[in-house]
């Protein structure tokens, strides 16, 4: 018998992240017609789009911890806007994050869950 093989982790830079859940695994991703994701870029960037809107600004890692922003956001009007106020207060609030497999999670200061996010390789080409 073998032991079980742990996926292996998606590395954070380089991976697009789409999110499943919000605010602590409490409410679940309302469908949307637009594209919700996530990038972060090995340079200490990130972008990404609420759907309604995209963003763009900096990260900051030490050990598992994650400091996000500041944030600048597109401002055109659409119908998820509060789901995108949502989006963007878990971002400003996360203090650390963990990686398994294909899975996010970023965390507060107390380590809960405010968000989790399915990964898949590489950036689309529209980014």
């Known amino acids: 018998m073998f032991p079980e093989?742990?996926?292996?982790?998606?590395?954070l830079a380089g991976?697009?992240?789409?999110?499943?859940m919000l605010d602590g695994g409490e409410a679940p991703v309302p469908a949307l017609e637009s594209d919700v994701r996530l990038l972060f870029q090995v340079d200490g960037e990130?972008?990404?789009?609420?759907g309604d809107n995209r963003f763009f600004g900096e990260y900051r890692?030490?050990?598992d911890g994650m400091q996000i922003g500041p944030l600048?956001?597109?401002?055109?009007?659409?119908?998820?806007?509060?789901?995108?106020?949502?989006?963007?207060?878990?971002?400003?609030?996360?203090a650390f994050y963990a990686i398994r497999g294909r899975s996010l999670s970023l965390l507060d200061e107390q380590r809960r869950v405010l968000?989790?996010?399915?990964?898949e390789p590489g950036f689309p080409e529209t980014e």
Do not use: D, H, K, Q
């Not at 093989?5 to 590395?11: D, I, K, N, R, S």
């Not at 949502?86 to 609030?93: E, G, T």
């Open 15 to 20: 991976s697009v992240w789409r999110p499943v």
């Open 115 to 119: 968000a989790e996010f399915r990964g």
């Open 5 to 11: 093989e742990e996926e292996v982790p998606l590395p």
């Open 72 to 94: 600048s956001v597109t401002r055109r009007l659409g119908p998820n806007r509060a789901y995108e106020e949502r989006f963007l207060a878990v971002l400003r609030l996360t």
């Open 61 to 63: 890692l030490r050990g």
């Open 46 to 50: 990130l972008s990404g789009s609420t």
